[in-house]
């Protein structure tokens, strides 16, 4: 019995042997032609007619070099081994398509000859940005002379998008959230293109996503511990939405985007209540920017489009009633009241900016404009010549100031005539948008103007405390007091 079986082994081991060494018909059981190591039928037919009704199906791979084998088109050939594969063959389904030989230092088609163009490098893009609720974005991508680019909707596959088919600048027309878009270089003579097509967004000025260093809550009320990175920072619920922060040199590190809060943080104590209304009262009140006169108490007519936009509040809202001085705390008065920051409405481990605050950013955009607008040079031209002042009444309206430009948005707000050249949020630019602001019973100068608190205090009756303010038609700066009952924008600065 184990002889038998040894002899089965042995004859089942020879067989196999010859199999594999010998000649190879596939497609049928016939025996291959003398001459063939492998023959493809599927009947004998000696006579030099057809004998398969099927053919040989080869590999398709894209080639990019015409005289490199090791560009990685076919995996696995390195320069040591790139003369064995001498002979290989297979279908380009690339430029010039068509059946390649490799004869060791090039490919070579067979038939009608064709030679293959190296494919493109993929372009370079550029992002573009709208304001919201919603715009239009102009993208643009740039390549290698002799190259043009199509655009697509996905990284791989489909078709060019309507008006994207050879052309550097791709309209995206109308679009209300962040969409990403793939460039992919062509070259115009040989029809090559690149392997790769590469991502271009589309978004709106204000996307977090697009800002790298993000802060919780616990980490906002913390030291300043981001240097000159500009930061999001994470809403702390029922507190106050999410907002973006930048540091501005000497004048410290400032909210970006205006804050949006509906409750006092829990460093301020025996906070006072806060009622939503626009009815002129000395109690704290706050509302929603809107673009008609009774939008104030409905968040979707503006808020909801753009959370960076902010809510209003009325001083004694927005100081949380923590600065009873009936001093005048102007800048350069002995009361000026940098030394004690009033947190207010502001999150733990910020405050409501003095008047003197107020001043070191403006001086500090001044100085060094370029850094925050999108300007070619600085205001002052490097000897303090066009800084404002910090004498009390000195620019008491600031008729005379031209850096409101560099400090508002360069979007639109319901009609707005003229914009800004700020840097947007995530570049650092302080970037105001003109929401107004409410009182009387009323949404006012929507578009028009912002008006953003200090904390400071002025006449001795308390009425009236400090504010910066800009408006569409002018670059002015205006500092102004105004009356307490007036709601306006809070930018917070940190501790």
Known sequence: MNKMKLTIIIMLF?????????????????????????????????????????GLLLPRVILTNPTDITTGDITGVTPANKDAHIGLTVYNIGNCPGVYVWTGSEWIKLGEPCIISQRPDAPLGTNGFFCLPSGSVELTASVNAGETVDWYAAASGGSPLTNGTGTLKFPTGTISSKTIYYAEARNTTTGAVSTARTAVVATFYDDESLIATTATPAETSGLNIWGDKVVVHAAKPGVYDSFISADFGAAGR??????????????????????????????????????????????????????????????????GNQNLSMQNQSQGTPDDNTSTPVQGICPNGWHVPSDKEWTDLENEIIRNTTEYADVSSNIDPGDNSKLVSYDEDDRRFGNTTTHGAAMKSTCLVAGQSQVGNSRPPFQNGFSVPLVGTAGSGAILTIGNTASLWSSSNVDFAGATAWRRGVVNLTNRVSRVDVGKDLLSTVRCVKN
């Open 254 to 319: 400032w909210m970006t985007t205006n804050l949006a809060a509906w409750a006092y943080d829990a460093g301020v104590a025996s906070p006072p209540t806060l009622t939503l209304g626009v009815d002129n009262s000395t109690d704290p009140r706050w509302c929603y920017p809107g673009i008609s006169d009774t939008d104030w108490n409905d968040p979707t007519k503006l808020y909801n489009d753009n959370k960076h936009l902010g809510l209003l509040y009325n001083w004694p809202a927005a100081t």
């Open 14 to 54: 020879t067989s196999c042997v010859a199999a594999v060494y010998g000649q190879v018909t596939i497609g049928s059981n016939i025996p291959s032609n003398n001459g063939a190591l492998l023959d493809l039928k599927q009947e004998k037919k000696d006579d030099g007619s057809a004998n398969s009704s099927k």
